[in-house]
């Protein structure tokens, strides 16, 4: 996980590049849930999916499809791609390529974007959608060809001395990226577009979460596999469940019922009763030390959440705890610059009592809102004791 | 200082806006010195200025002219302007504009550029100069009055949330800026303009403490001059000495020789023996609470000086401790969020024996050479010791 060196370097046609994304199949965040089972943020996000492709013309038929199984669902994680939030994937959506060029694979998420990846299907997401089809993704794919791909790690680096956890606080990234890609975008299209585009940038603070997620889904891929390793290599939720797999065990996930939020804020209106239970893949980040265990290097994030200082210095120390190494490229300022940590053992977590913690957005849990607030999860101790006993039951039984 | 409201609202000709500021006139950083007694690096921007406006053909002959008087020299914050570290302001220069919206004052600065103002005159820093005068000032103007001038503190604020100390450290500030006037960079240039002008300011972590030391100017001059007031209103270099002034006593400067830097980490190739003593107005950043004072906000800026994180950490205690306020707008995220402080009172600093804090950038002390390293420095205590005295005298006496 530390050794990684990745790439974004192209933005490409889901369908073309992410395995087994075929017509009527829709990809989701976490691990693979039916339909039945869906959240309702989530239920969205494929209702969504399939108004753009154009596989129903309405919301009800959209539902009518699913539950007759006309289009099928599959967990992104267990594929090349990572979904954000709700995160809907499917075949005619554009999507980042990040490339680890230390071990030489990829990975794929949908182009940013705040309505279906929230859990929205009105009228101006999709609308939003196809603009994001037509004009962000060509206009990125050319700047980013341009720029020859785009070195990720000194982007993170930098941003953590900017106050950026790098999971829900990522505006200095975003704006480092958008202040990289500037002159490319300008160059590769008309003014008109130019502008949209970098409008468009620079209205999403998160921006560069996104490349941030398939980084973390390529450095996973690269550190899964490892015998006899007790580390957690993949985290996700679906809004239904968490779970998590353990480098060692294969393809396995571990789960437990969505975890709530111990500590959040919500936009006005909404409160903890309108929260559906944490649901996407971007706690994967956090699980490589960024995020919560980050949380240190991106204090100002409490500020969302409604932790204080302390908590977010506590939440880095906490991960130390029961990580196995640090990342001495990604280093956190006000802990005299220790690296993030990486590598939750689950060893250490059992032993300890302290399990991940992770900075999350929060969508509501009925169809159609979307994001309400952010928050602070933990991942359900279940999942680390039952990955302990199926670590045991393979090497030790 | 805390109830300003300031807007970065335009690019003039300096010659037009700044009182004073006549044909064969330089102002220059610092309390006002002549020739014969400015530091090498002041001289060598006052020589990059003469060439510029096109006085001297030759350095050489620049020196003469100076010599011969043919050339005035004043402080730009003895009028309504600041100057960057060594800071030549000519009549032909373009400078930002920022406006205190609370006061109804204005100060000017001119634009980044990085040879000139720290104490270069070659061929390059020429020909960049004449490039930022015809191409960076129009197009800036044309962006600025397109989004109806830019309300500075937000950024600022923000900014202290990303890293910033807003003084050595304003990456994110300048990230943030650049964010917000790219699509209007680009609607009022032709694409290679705006190219090479988002280039240019991409390449300029610093770049957004032009506005922020002009903003710091025109809050001086608001809070300039309230009787009994024992605080300091001013402080800069000259390389020479170096001065503050007290809000009460006029504008009477109390000088010491500039101070050496009792930590600094330097560009490869240089040392201690190179540095010029503190010289530049930008520590009017410091004095109102940014810089110096925020440095627990800006911890990752020890990297480029030689502290450490704790020492950041102390620094912003420290100067809360001879400060009257604190700008509850201007937070620390890692001290709980408390604001910057506000208000250096003289009365304090003798008490304490804590004197001002700065974070500076480190001229070489030969003509000609330019930004050699960042270091810190303190104000000299015999600077508050006369000031008090005078202050006793005034109203005491």
């Known amino acids: 996980m530390v050794s990684s060196r990745c790439y974004l370097t192209d933005v490409k046609r889901a369908g073309d590049v992410i395995d087994g994304l075929k ?3 829709i990809f989701h965040s976490g691990p693979h849930v039916e339909w039945k089972r869906m959240a309702g943020p989530m239920r969205s996000s494929m209702i969504a999916a399939m108004l753009f492709e154009g596989w129903a013309k309405t919301p009800n038929e959209a539902v009518r499809k699913a539950e007759q199984g006309e289009v099928k669902f599959d967990s992104s994680l267990d594929h090349n791609a990572i979904s954000c939030l709700c995160g809907a994937t499917s075949e005619s959506m554009p999507v980042f390529e990040v490339e680890n060029r230390t071990f030489g694979n990829k990975a794929y998420i949908a182009l940013p974007e705040l309505g279906m990846q929230f859990g929205r299907y009105d009228t101006k997401t999709l ?3 196809v ?3 037509e004009i962000l993704a060509p206009t990125l794919r050319e700047a980013l060809r341009e720029l020859g791909g785009l070195e990720m790690e000194p982007i993170i680096s930098q941003a953590l001395l900017m106050g950026d956890e790098c999971h829900d606080r990522t505006v200095a990234a975003s704006c480092l990226f958008q202040r990289t890609i500037a002159p490319s975008v ?3 299209s008309d003014k008109k577009t ?4 970098l409008k468009y940038m620079a209205g999403i603070d998160l921006f560069f979460l996104w490349p941030i997620m398939a980084r973390a889904k390529a450095v996973a891929d690269a550190a899964h596999g490892v015998e006899y390793s007790t580390i957690t290599s993949f985290l996700a939720g679906n809004g239904t469940e968490m779970g998590l797999k353990v480098s060692s065990l294969g393809h396995q996930w571990f789960k437990a019922p969505s975890p709530t939020f111990y500590v959040a804020k919500y936009n006005e209106g909404f409160s903890d009763k309108d929260s559906n239970p944490e649901v996407g893949d971007s706690i994967l980040v956090d699980m490589q030390g960024l995020g919560g265990g980050a949380m240190a290097a991106g204090i100002a994030h409490v500020l969302s959440t409604g932790d204080s200082a302390d908590d977010a210095i506590r939440y880095s120390k906490e991960m130390m705890r029961i990580s196995v190494g640090k990342n001495s ?4 300022p ?5 690296g993030t940590p990486v590598g939750v053992d689950i060893r250490k977590v059992l032993e300890t009592g302290i399990s991940q913690v992770c900075a999350v957005g929060i969508a509501h849990n009925k169809p159609g809102v979307g994001l309400i607030g952010f928050g602070m999860v933990r991942v359900p101790m279940a999942c680390y004791q039952s ?11």
Do not use: C, M
């Open 329 to 332: 490229y990604f280093r956190i």
């Open 387 to 397: 990955s302990y006993e199926a670590f045991n039951k393979k090497y030790n039984g």
């Open 23 to 25: 017509p009527h199949t």
């Open 334 to 338: 006000v802990l005299n610059f220790e």
């Open 127 to 129: 609308d939003n959608l």
């Open 194 to 197: 130019a502008i949209q585009v």
């Open 186 to 188: 300008v160059n590769v």
């Open 131 to 133: 603009w994001v089809k």
